[in-house]
């Protein structure tokens, strides 16, 4: 397969990652995030992103085709600071080439050489492709949430999934 570039985004990265949002929300089937975020809002948040969080970006000759987040569960006490989650985009015409494999190789490697022990997700329940992702790194699933996401007027439940690292 064509080479494949792993790195962590700057915020230089934010334009690029924002174009992949904004296909993905099109989609409207697989996130949650229902409005893409825009280039500056993408720059923030890369920006203030501590030492132990991360966007990691998957780049194909000089392109980024796919990215991967880990952040901190919660931010309001550090009684959490040992849980991690995730999120993973890849474009549509780069699917199923194993990018997002690659993404969280890097991301894991990452998360356990600063202080996670364990990441939690949650994946809309009709998102069946990445449900097979999760669990094919090691994920299991906890439980459903129901009616928890509302997008177009439509109701989805959502899969609860927890992975030790
Ligand atoms: C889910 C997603 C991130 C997977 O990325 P990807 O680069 O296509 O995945 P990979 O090619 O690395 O495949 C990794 C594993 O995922 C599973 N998988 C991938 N595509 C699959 C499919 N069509 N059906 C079932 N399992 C699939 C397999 O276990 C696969 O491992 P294998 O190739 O050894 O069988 C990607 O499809 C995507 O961006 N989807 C839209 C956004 C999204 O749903 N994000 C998750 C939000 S929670």
Redesign the pocket.
Known sequence: MTDVIIRRATPDDAEAISAIWEV?CAERV??AVNRPFSTEQEREYIAGLSDREGVFVAEVEGRIV?FQSLDRWVHYTDSFDHVGTL????LPE?????????LARYTLDFARAHGYEKLV?F?RAG????R??YR?LGFAPCGVLTRQVKIDGQYEDEVFMEMFL
């Open positions: 993905i697989y996130t796919g999120g993973t985009f890849v780069w699917r199923g080439k194993g990018i997002a494999r690659q997700i994946v998102n069946r492709r990445a097979a992702f094919s």
